[in-house]
């Protein structure tokens, strides 16, 4: 991601700052794209590209002198001059160089290194690969001091300068494999590698015994992924020293197992193995070599051998879609693939795995997976039914099926004699037992194969229905159930994106970290901060948080914020799975977490977290939650699939709309906070209305449907008086456009993705607000999780909302003259404009603002404290624009914010009471544009006292809507 050339002197400052007094390596954040606009300095590599300044003798005198990846992280330096060198502050980077912040660290303070003398450092910002670097820089984060690879599919172990760099340099040598010597001359003379272990004589009693496709974080696993269990069928003990392991896949795919790989049970637990002999009837477990899918897959494993063509095949099993664990294709209950009985070449898949043991008690559960064309139609636990049908084209006997729960009780058995025919069904009434969050399971009655036909969370509305859904199948709540007739499945009938049908990638490559490896940003929220709209926020699902800009179209973090920060829950501790981001009016940030990734990540966990953003500096390591509430209760899911989106609306807005709580008109002092927080559930695609005081426990207000099977993000459009609520690529991309109906929030249009944006895996919307229009089109910006090409931010448009009414997208403006906005006329409800005859010095009032701001800047206007609570509307002279309607608050305050393309020069700002008197006008000069690095600094200095009453006070400038007739 690229930055500032002008925080280039700040970032320096930062590394020389950040180092600690002690005999180590540190690591530092450093603003690595402030470097991408000039090559650095280099001054022992071969190539020298000399830029800016000349490097110094003692640069030149410091080598690289030995390098270890494996097994454990360290660069050696040596001094080759005459004189004592400090290297405080010095860079230490992998092969990232300094494209990566968190691949910097720097030297300690107080580090010198005599002439002649070795240090080692321990490399701990990142770990040294196969093929790897080791790149030394100066404290100015510019110049290259040394540098030096290792050879590709290899291990520095190590890797060294032969001759040592010793003399003044002359004696400096090429690197080379060597021995080890950590702190001390290089040992040059290597001792070749032994050879090849030999097969063991015995190989063939080494039998696959189980497998399981769990990642090391769903629930079930034996402790870690991916998991393989070994068994020794014979009656002596069998090395497996130098073998290989693979998946599906070729033989020369395969990689060494090593002895830090195996686990052996000890009575009580998996612990490391103490040796490469497999005991006669012993076990070993260890995680596979490579990825194993859960839809399906292999292990292979292969005896030593100095090339794959001479490496024996020693044994290999296929598992089905699930049979070895979780599946994203249907919900499978299995734990492993298992042999049953122990140590046979039969498998079955089982509930309960075994590894390092006897299969015995994990065979006690075994079962096949039921393939059939019977399938669960329709559910209710309420109403105590399940529904099958006869997918097939054959008629199907069912006599003895059984339904079991999620606690494998029999709920239901099919009574004997009963055969389903071709598309007939079979309904199960008079069910107990079925909880609201429960499963239902069919078991074949002659094999025992069964399968998960549906889990659930929550009461369904009426049922849960199995639909045909854009493609794909799924349960869904449908609000009216169908008992032995076709389902009442939903259907989305879209329009066409209202905006252009083209999309920009809007962030560099890989600008977001990969802290899981999985190639994927993990970009789940995003969200314009409502008090100066060139402000973005977005969220990763690894808990960090990024404050950005847009610069020449491209969003980049602001400099103390490069690589985001790290989020903590209320206790200090564990990571955020951080999903969803708005901005309330105390100007904290809000953010929703379904799990906690660095303590419990396979349990569900609901919250919503309040992050003090305000003293943030380039020194901030992390952020600690100000205050978190606990939502689980109200939110029941499944793991990963809870709480998404988040966005604030204010209560102003929701009394003006009609909204109402169990049929009553809601009004702003039934919650203890002046607005409420909608978060969108993933699960259900339900809405949640919370009110979240601080220091009080979660208040839910209501519950509404988005009109989706599924929600990843909700976002208050305060310019359409309207919620958009979005679905992913599982929906096809479909964002649907709310409007209070009738008291509760309905679908008013439902949009297809912009024909120009692929199926992506979008998890949240932000939409800027009105005042930042140009040419009559408002940004959307879109945040990808799955950081398609390398990218995670993607911008649109939409046209800028006319005054016609509530929830309708509009179009753009009559063009007026070029590079003005369009003047707004006044609509029945909106007050005004004023006469230039009322705008007397008399009719001035008590209202003030800035002397000058520059269009597009977010303003604090005082109106008088006699007004708090009021609805008042303002503004925009010459030519009346008009800038919303607003509540007065406890300070006097009302925050407005200048449309982007108002002309430069004097104008005047005017307040109406809501029958359109005047209550006061004050001038104003428009300086031009907003600064594309955030609000202008003048404007903001004038403000900031009116701004602090303004948080304090709690205030929220909202836009009132009309509420849409109805015949």
């Not at 259907?491 to 920009?504: K, N, R």
């Not at 209320?570 to 009016?585: C, F, N, Q």
């Amino acid at each position: 991601m690229r930055s500032h050339p002008s925080s280039r002197a700040r970032v320096r400052a930062l590394l020389a700052a950040t180092a600690v007094a002690a005999l180590a390596a540190v690591p530092v954040l450093v603003a690595p794209a402030a470097f991408a606009a000039e090559p650095p300095t280099i001054v022992n590599e071969v190539e020298t590209a000399a830029v800016g300044s000349e490097p110094t003798s003692a640069g030149a005198a410091i080598l690289i002198n030995e390098v270890n990846s494996d097994p454990t992280d360290w660069i050696e330096l040596t001094n080759s001059g005459t004189s004592a060198v400090d290297l405080s502050g010095w860079l230490l980077a992998d092969n990232a160089r300094l494209t990566d912040a968190t691949h910097l660290q720097a030297i300690a303070a107080g580090t010198t290194l005599q002439p002649g003398a070795f240090v080692k450092l321990d490399y701990t910002a990142a770990g040294l690969g196969k093929g790897d670097e080791a790149n030394l820089y100066l404290p100015d984060a510019t110049t290259l001091v040394d540098t030096t690879t290792w050879p590709a599919g290899t291990h520095a172990t190590s890797w060294g300068r032969c001759a040592d760099a010793t003399g003044a340099g002359a004696g400096a040598g090429a690197f080379q494999a060597t021995t080890p010597t950590p702190g001390a001359a290089n040992v040059c003379t290597v001792t070749p590698p032994p050879p090849p272990a030999a097969l063991d004589p015995n190989w063939d009693d080494i039998e696959i015994n189980e497998i399981a496709s769990l990642n090391d974080d769903d629930p079930g696993n034996p402790g870690f992924g991916d998991a393989v269990e070994l068994v020794n069928t014979g009656s002596h003990g069998v090395s497996i020293e130098g073998w290989y392991q693979t998946d599906s896949g070729a033989v020369t795919g395969a990689a060494p197992l090593t002895l830090a790989d195996l686990k052996t049970w000890d009575g009580d637990s998996l612990e490391p193995a103490g040796s490469w002999i497999v005991p006669a009837g012993g076990y070993v477990a260890f995680s596979s070599k490579k990825g194993l899918s859960g839809e399906g897959d292999a292990v292979k494993i292969y005896g030593p051998g100095a090339d794959a063509a001479s490496r024996q095949l020693v044994d290999e099993q296929a598992y089905g879609d699930g049979d070895a664990g979780v599946s994203d294709s249907y919900d499978s209950d299995a734990r492993a693939f298992a042999a049953c009985p122990d140590s046979s070449e039969e498998f079955w898949r089982v509930t309960q795995n075994s590894f390092g043991q006897d299969n015995t008690s994990s065979c006690a559960t075994k079962s096949r997976r039921l393939d059939t064309p019977v399938v669960l139609n329709e559910v209710s636990n309420v109403d105590g039914k399940a529904e099958l049908l006869n997918t097939g084209s054959g008629a199907i006997d069912i006599s003895g099926w059984e339904l079991r729960d999620a606690q494998d009780a029999v709920v239901h058995t099919v009574p004997a004699g009963t055969t389903l025919a071709t598309g007939a069904f079979y309904v199960a009434v008079d069910i107990a037992g079925l909880d609201s969050a429960d499963s239902l399971t069919i078991r074949r009655a002659d094999d025992g194969a069964s399968v998960i036909a549906h889990t659930w969370y929550e009461d369904g509305i009426a049922s849960y229905s199995r639909c045909d859904l854009f493609g794909t199948v799924s349960y869904v709540e449908t609000p009216t159930a169908t008992w032995g007739t076709a389902n009442a499945c939903p259907g989305l009938s879209t329009e066409t994106w209202p905006g252009a049908a083209e999309v920009s990638v809007a962030d560099g490559v890989d600008a977001f970290t990969d802290l899981d490896a999985n190639d994927e940003g993990d970009v789940s929220g995003a969200a314009f901060d409502p008090a100066d709209p060139s402000i973005l926020w977005v969220v990763m699902n690894k808990g960090r948080l990024f404050k950005m800009q847009a610069v020449d179209g491209v969003y980049e973090s602001f400099p103390e914020w490069l690589g985001g920060i790290p989020l903590r829950f209320a206790d200090g501790g564990g990571e955020l799975d951080a999903e969803g981001v708005t901005v309330a009016p105390d100007g904290a940030v809000y953010i929703t977490s379904e799990r906690d990734n660095g303590r419990a990540k396979d349990t569900s966990s609901n919250k919503v977290a309040r992050f003090d953003v305000s003293a943030v500096t380039a020194a901030t390591t992390e952020l600690v939650a100000t205050h978190e509430w606990d939502v689980n209760e109200f939110v029941t899911t499944g793991t990963n699939l809870g709480l998404e989106g988040i966005t604030y609306v204010p209560d102003a807005f929701l009394v003006a709309s009609g909204f109402e709580v169990d049929g009553a008109a809601y009004t702003a002092s039934d919650d203890a906070t002046p607005g409420l927080f909608v978060t969108a559930v993933e699960a259900t695609g339900a809405l949640h209305f919370f009110s979240l005081a601080v220091g009080a426990a979660p208040v839910e207000v209501k519950v509404e449907t988005s009109g989706l099977p599924w929600s990843m993000d909700v976002a208050y459009d305060a310019d359409r008086g309207a919620l958009w609520a979005l679905c992913d690529d599982s929906c096809g991309g479909v964002y649907n456009l709310l409007e209070v109906v009738d008291g509760d929030f309905e679908v008013a249009h439902s949009y297809a993705r912009p024909a120009g944006m692929p199926n992506l895996n979008n998890e949240g919307m932000a939409v800027a607000p009105a005042s930042t229009c140009a040419d009559g089109f408002q940004q959307v910006v879109w945040a990808d999780d799955g950081d398609t090409d390398g990218h995670s931010l993607r911008t649109g448009t939409l046209p800028c909302p006319q005054t016609d009414g509530p929830g309708e997208p509009g179009g753009p403006s009559e063009p007026g003259e070029p590079g003005q906005p369009t003047p707004t006329p006044s609509t029945p409800g909106t007050p005004g404009p004023a006469s230039d005859g009322q705008l007397t010095d008399a009719a001035r009032g008590s209202v003030d603002a800035p002397a000058s701001a520059a269009a597009g800047q977010t303003v604090t206007l005082f109106v008088g404290t006699q007004y708090a609570g009021d609805t008042v509307g303002v503004w925009l002279h010459s030519t009346p624009i008009w800038l919303g309607a607003h509540v007065v608050s406890a300070a006097g305050t009302v925050t407005v914010t200048l449309p982007a393309g108002v002309a430069a020069g004097e104008h005047r700002l005017v307040v109406l009471d809501a029958d359109g008197n005047v209550i006061g006008w004050t001038e104003v000069t428009v300086t031009g544009p907003l600064a594309a690095t955030g609000a202008d600094g003048a404007g903001l200095a004038a403000t900031a006292g009116l701004a602090a009453a303004l948080i304090a006070a709690g205030a929220l400038a909202v836009v009132l809507r009309r509420r849409r007739a109805h015949a």
